[in-house]
Every structure is written in structure tokens, then in C-alpha cells.
């Protein structure tokens, strides 16, 4: 696609400052960008890159004085720069709607108007898909499952039996929700797996990345909440409440049981314990491991994880920790010369 700087100003609501002739094709960072590239910056302190950059046109949050290429002044630069990349975005072919003759659907599952299934993706007995719902290749629905309308799964996608989905989900590739969860009793010598009899609750509008696993409840629901985000990578036990509009980065690993509060963002590779509650709005930072407890709105670092400041304090004074090891050798000998000293005056 390509747009006038005029046209994409009008597209994103933006103050058109300068020349509005130019085409624009693409969206690119400051470095990359060229005549044909639409650029962005969200900080007035990058603003003095803009002089080198090939840009043809850029998104601001106020005017630049002095800039020669044309400003497009919008409130929002972030919210901007989101519908933009929407205009840009690749062209890629949609699954057409309907059943792929290489699928395979029983005879008992409901399939409403608008959906779309591919190639070799199997829905078995009893499910029910609503309408204008993709399930793209390889996927699988398992017995009695349920999803809502609007959902888009990639491919190889595993939705096991029992599990219900909600509206306006988005599942990306090879994702599995419903697997057993890793439990077991040591008996008689052996571990015994402990049957997972519950299921899975995606309520509506929640998004989840590639390669992530979303254990089933040993009874009653593991639940996500409604908008929440989860990353690639992801691995939510069995029996876990998240709570609604949550971001839950690559890599974090949740223990059985855990609760999770609304609101609450878990950084790269975080841990949570099992049976650990974390309140409304919590952070936790990257590479945290949650032992106990997390208080609404608490901003939390560290292994195992406690108050973000107090952490970062922490972090400083290791940092120090060779030099105040030399310096703990010095002052050992000295103490040990005065000592000296001493004695033989006595």
C-alpha cells in the first residue's frame, strides 16, 4: 500500500506541517528509514537524530522547529504508531470460510456461519465453534470443547476436551491449552500422576503466543481473565486464577494454584511459586522468582523477589562487593600491625 503524506495524516488524524506530496509505503525506526519510510518518535530528547534520518515524513507529539520533512502532530504518538503499522501491515491471505475437504469434523460438533477451518485440523464430538472463528492447519478441538465467535487460531494449535474459550481469542502456533498438569504423589515406590479432572477458562478478548501451555485444573477451571496478554513461551500450571487485562512476558513460569490479580504484569522469565497471591497491579520484574505473598500494586525484583527498591539498592552495593573485599583485607592487616604494635609496648 501506498499513501500520500496527506492521506496517512488524515488516516491517523494527524496535523499535517510541511509537504504533504510525499508517498509513504512503510514504517521504519530513525536509522532505517527512507524517503518512502514514515518514522516516529515518542521522546522530544531523540529529537536531534531526526537531522540524519532519510525519513520522508514523521509522527510527533508536538511540532519540531527547524525540521525540514513534513511533521504529522497527533496526541497520541504510541496509539498512532499502532493504527499506521495497521495500514502498512503485510497483506498476508486469509483462511476462506468454510470446511477444508482435507479437515476432519464430526458429525456432532456445531460449526456456526462464517467459520473457517484448514487443512488436516480435526474438531471432535461435541464441540462448538462460533461464528467467524479461523481454526487454521493442524489444529485440533478436542471432545466437547467450547470457543466463541471471532477467535483466530494458528496452526497446530491444541485445544484439548472441556475446555471453553471466549469471544475475540487469539491463539497463536503450536499453543496448547487443556494438558495435564505436572502433579504426582510418590506411591509405593513410584510417582503417581494425579488425574486432572477439571478445565480451562479463556474468558474473552485474551491473546496468548506461540509455544505456550496452559495446564488443565485438577477440578474445577485453570481461568484466564478477559484481555489479558501472554507472551511465547509461557507455562501456566494447573488451577491458576489470572485475573482480567494482565501482561505476562517470555519465559514466565506460574506454579499450580497460584492467584493472580487484575492488572498485574509479570516481566520476562518471572517465576511464581505455587499457592502464591499476587494483588491488583502488581510488577514484577524481570528475572523474579515469587516466594510469598505480593501486595496490589507492589513493584517487586529480585531472587527471590522483594521491594523493587530496596532490590535495586541491593544490586548497587554487590556490585561494590570486590572492592569492599580489598578493602576488608587492607584493614584486617592494619588492625592486625596496630595489635602488634600494642603488644610490644607491653
Known amino acids: 500500500m501506498k499513501l500520500t503524506v496527506k492521506q496517512l495524516a488524515e488516516r491517523i488524524g494527524g496535523e ?3 509537504d504533504g506530496s510525499g508517498q509513504i509505503s512503510r514504517v ?4 532505517a ?3 518512502s519510510s514514515v518514522t516516529f518518535i515518542t521522546d522530544s530528547k531523540h529529537a536531534s537524530k531526526l537531522g540524519t534520518s532519510q525519513a520522508g515524513a514523521v509522527i510527533v507529539g508536538q511540532r519540531i522547529e527547524g525540521l525540514d520533512k513534513p511533521q504529522l502532530i497527533v496526541k497520541d504518538v504510541n496509539a498512532a504508531l499502532v493504527e499506521t503499522l495497521g495500514i502498512f501491515a503485510p497483506r498476508v491471505k486469509s483462511l476462506a470460510e468454510g470446511i477444508d475437504p482435507a479437515a476432519k469434523v464430526s458429525e456432532t460438533a456445531k460449526i456456526a456461519k462464517g467459520v473457517a477451518v484448514g487443512a488436516n485440523a480435526v474438531i471432535d464430538d461435541g464441540v462448538e465453534i462460533g461464528e467467524n472463528t ?8 478436542g471432545e466437547n470443547a467450547k470457543v466463541g465467535k471471532n477467535c483466530r487460531f494458528d496452526s497446530n494449535v491444541v485445544i484439548y476436551h472441556n475446555c471453553v474459550i471466549g469471544n475475540n481469542v487469539i491463539i497463536q502456533a503450536n499453543s496448547t491449552i487443556g494438558g495435564t498438569g505436572f502433579g504426582y504423589y510418590f506411591i509405593d515406590g513410584a510417582h503417581r500422576l494425579i488425574p486432572h479432572n477439571g478445565g480451562v477458562v479463556i474468558e474473552d478478548f485474551v491473546e496468548i503466543g506461540t509455544n505456550s501451555c496452559i495446564d488443565r485444573a485438577k477440578f474445577g477451571n485453570t481461568v484466564i481473565g478477559a484481555g489479558t496478554k501472554i507472551d511465547n513461551l509461557v507455562q501456566i500450571a494447573h488451577n491458576i486464577v489470572i485475573g482480567k487485562c494482565c501482561l505476562i512476558a517470555g519465559q514466565a513460569g506460574i506454579g499450580g494454584s497460584a492467584k493472580i490479580g487484575d492488572g498485574v504484569v509479570l516481566a520476562g522469565r518471572v517465576g511464581v511459586k505455587d499457592n502464591v497471591e499476587i494483588g491488583d497491579g502488581a510488577q514484577v520484574g524481570v528475572i523474579a522468582l515469587v516466594t510469598n505473598d505480593i501486595e496490589a500494586g507492589k513493584q517487586v525484583l529480585g531472587f527471590p523477589a522483594i521491594d523493587a527498591r530496596k532490590e535495586l539498592r541491593l544490586m548497587k552495593l554487590r556490585g561494590r562487593l570486590p572492592e569492599m573485599a580489598e578493602q576488608l583485607k587492607e584493614l584486617s592487616v592494619r588492625i592486625k600491625k596496630l595489635e602488634a604494635s600494642k603488644d610490644d609496648k607491653k
Open 16 to 18: 499535517l506541517v510541511g
Open 28 to 31: 521504519d525506526g530513525m536509522e
Open 33 to 35: 528509514a527512507g524517503d
Open 134 to 141: 479461523v481454526i487454521s492447519s493442524g489444529c485440533r478441538i
